[in-house]
T-cell receptor, first 112, second 110 residues
């Protein structure tokens, strides 16, 4: 158990809908990262937050947005969903913005 | 962010030592080298991190030559359960975007 909690574990929704994925980082970790991993694809870095502020942006679509709240949990919002958005979405946290991060078990999103 | 190059895949047999090399020619002075392991449908797991020379923990060893332009992850006596994707990341301890490359698929056979 990495200490990073992601909810829900599974999500099935229809095209055009909007969903919110939630991540609770490890206790004391200030940095949160979001990743997308499609079937047989690599980990695509989406966005990083540090202590409530956006720190880095990767290949995140305009239909996607995220935020980190004062209690340090983070949410990833995906809107106008398309079939191609079906993937595993991982959240990771780290104490700072360094490279030793701990990953959650992921949310498997299926868009039908 | 330093670019890394790893073999796409490697095969090994149970009980053998496996060495996976990562090239990072443009590594910066304040960059660390970190390796992660990922099993199918699971999040990556931190294995080991180092800056220079050799680092060893209960899972693996990391060898970094003096010029730091490459590094080698060594897994002693692998088992079937070591079959996974292994990622090499290079970046500063702070301020890194934590971007993963394609990784190396390690297949351990019996």
């Amino acid at each position: 158990d990495s200490g990073v909690t992601q909810t829900p574990k599974h999500l099935i929704t229809a095209t055009g809908q909007r969903v919110t994925l939630r991540c609770s980082p490890r206790s004391g970790d200030l940095s949160v990262y979001w990743y997308q991993q499609s079937l047989d694809q690599g980990l695509q870095f989406l966005i990083q937050y540090y202590n409530g502020e956006e720190r880095a942006k990767g290949n995140i679509l305009e239909r996607f947005s995220a935020q980190q709240f004062p209690d340090l949990h983070s949410e990833l919002n995906l809107s106008s969903l398309e079939l191609g958005d079906s993937a595993l979405y991982f959240c990771a946290s780290s104490e700072g913005t360094g490279t030793e991060a701990f990953f959650g078990q992921g949310t498997r999103l299926t868009v039908v | 962010l330093a670019k890394t190059t790893q073999p796409i895949s490697m095969d090994s047999y149970e009980g053998q030592e496996v060495n996976i090399t990562c090239s990072h020619n443009n590594i910066a002075t304040n960059d660390y080298i970190t390796w992660y392991q990922q099993f199918p449908s699971q999040g990556p797991r931190f294995i080991i991190q180092g800056y220079k020379t050799k680092v060893t923990n209960e899972v693996a060893s990391l060898f970094i030559p003096a010029d730091r332009k490459s590094s080698t992850l060594s897994l002693p006596r692998v088992s079937l359960s070591d079959t996974a994707v292994y990622y090499c990341l290079v970046g500063a301890e702070y301020g890194n975007k934590l971007v993963f490359g394609a990784g190396t698929i390690l297949r351990v056979k019996s």
